[in-house]
């Protein structure tokens, strides 16, 4: 391949020839794995513990105090060289779950500390003078070094990276005033995000706040007075107990139609874009489980005992009406008695979402009891209450869309623009 002028061909890529190709080895040092922390050692408060957890797939580093083990203070003393302080890079050197992709990257530590280091985390203490630090996490973001990453791991029931791989690991490294500009240009996208992130829960805030005072009475609309009922989630709906997932392979007979899973429905009650898989049905299967405008699909087995998601739901709207059938994990609630997206909203609310953990069994993968959810009691407002509820809460839905929205074109701006920098293709100096 032809090389076009002021470039030069590398092991790295096609980079500036102003750019050196170099090793992770050449630009730190120091560089140790983590400690290995026995759990029955933990404490309430002490110095806090840095996991694989800490390492969040933007580079950012994710560190929140009610959600970290914590060590004696006391005992921190002998464990001095796996002390961590704000600046420190980390890299996760395992994939507890390979498909989050977590092997190989890397995070700035934003704390001040001190923190200790576990085990399955690397620390990389950087030579100031040949690299900037926000280069390099970027660099560890990018599609070479993850493939370089997965490719060097060893493979198991966990993919490791080993020390020696992560020093050999080869980097394009421009001079540092230009890495120092790259730097500033993306951080300037990434407090964008961050700006964009912090909106967006601050509008999830106010969401749980008006569902709390509108789906209880205890804020009425203008205009709205009449008494409320109090009625049992199973008498203002019918029930499919569980859905279908049809054949693998096409038949004489059968149709081909996708199937929604308990994977496509997200904590927060909402459909994700995954891709559902297609299986095979006969007519009458497609007609018994078609969803229509207005459904309520939940989830009534997914999960583990420490992580449960049964109870969580989807709404069918307009555009996905008639567009899937749901799997044997799912069931599907058709109001009958209620407004459906005064149900659906009741359902998404804190009242009942506090409620789950009683109301599944204690196994492997919880299941619902159904016949304490279909117990579950629902306050129900004047059908024309129900409504104007339901389109308060609808709105501010569409202004969190419109502003997730927002934050997916930035962050696909970042990615744009670290694959134009990172690389050489767009010179910033």
Known sequence: MEVKPGYKQTEVGVIPKEWDESTVADVITSFRNGF?????????????????AQI?????????????NY?????????????????????????VTPQKNLIGR????????????????????????????????????????????????????????????IRAGKI????????????TALSDLDGLLGGLDRLIAKKRDLKQAVMQQLLTGQTRLPGFNGEWQVK?????????????????????????????????????????????PVRYFTAEKLRNYATVEGDLIVVKSSGSAASIQSGKLGFIDTERAGKFVFSNFLMLLRPTG????????????????????TL??????????????????IPVPPFPEQIAVAEVLTEIDGELAVLGQRREKTRALKQAMMQELLTGRTRLV
Not at 363 to 375: M, V
């Open 36 to 52: 290995a922390f026995a759990s029955h050692g933990y404490v309430k408060s002490g110095i806090p513990i840095v996991t694989m």
């Open 56 to 68: 969040g797939l933007d580079g950012r580093f994710n560190f929140m105090p009610e959600s970290v």
């Open 71 to 95: 060590w004696p203070a006391e005992a921190a003393s002998a464990l001095v060289a796996f002390q961590l302080f704000r600046g420190d890079i980390i890299i996760a050197m395992t994939d």
């Open 106 to 165: 890397m995070a700035e530590v934003t704390e001040n500390g001190p923190l200790l280091l576990n085990q399955r985390v690397g620390l990389l203490r950087l030579n100031s003078e040949k690299i900037e630090p926000y280069f390099l996490r970027a660099i560890s973001n990018s599609s070479r070094w993850r493939g370089y990453a997965r490719a060097v791991a060893s493979l198991g029931v966990q993919a490791n990276i080993g020390t020696k791989d």
């Open 172 to 183: 394009p490294l421009p001079p540092l005033p230009e890495q120092h500009a790259i730097a």
């Open 232 to 276: 049992r989630l199973g008498e203002v709906i019918h029930l499919i107990r569980g859905g279908i997932y049809g054949d693998e392979k096409p038949h004489t007979g059968l149709s081909a139609f996708s199937v929604a899973t308990t994977a496509h429905i997200e904590m927060d009650d909402t459909w994700n874009t995954k891709e559902m």
């Open 338 to 357: 209620v407004f459906p997206r005064f149900l659906y909203f009741y359902l998404c609310s804190h009242n009942v979402k506090k409620l789950l953990p």
């Open 360 to 377: 599944v069994e204690a196994s492997t993968y919880p299941n619902i009891r159904l016949g304490d959810y279909l117990a579950v009691e």
